[in-house]
């Protein structure tokens, strides 16, 4: 998807064009992550870019892709640029001792420490 998105549409509340963006985004992504692997492949991984216009883009990572758009929304600013490429991913090995991330610190995520 490499598109340029107007947020400020004749007839339109700002807002609702501003969370239509977000949604077609989040669906683009929904229906690139539905499509079948290529062999040797674990996941979908993403290559984003953002900027207010497509010359001054710049390399983002696709979890801030949300605060990006509010941000310019919330600075008033009538369009951004966003580029988002699927490719496949490996993932890579876990080194030898380290813990996996929910089991570093020895507790369940219900547990509460000292009770």
Known sequence: MRKTFQLHVEGKNRDRVLDAVKHEIRKYI???RRRDLPEGADFWDFDCQFGRTKEDAVVAHLSALTGLINGVAAEGG?????EI???PGKRA???AGEAPRN???GLDEDDEEGA
């Open 30 to 32: 929904k229906r690139e």
């Open 78 to 82: 009538a369009q951004f640029y966003v």
């Open 85 to 87: 490429l699927a490719k």
């Open 93 to 95: 090995p876990r080194p």
């Open 103 to 105: 089991e570093a610190d």
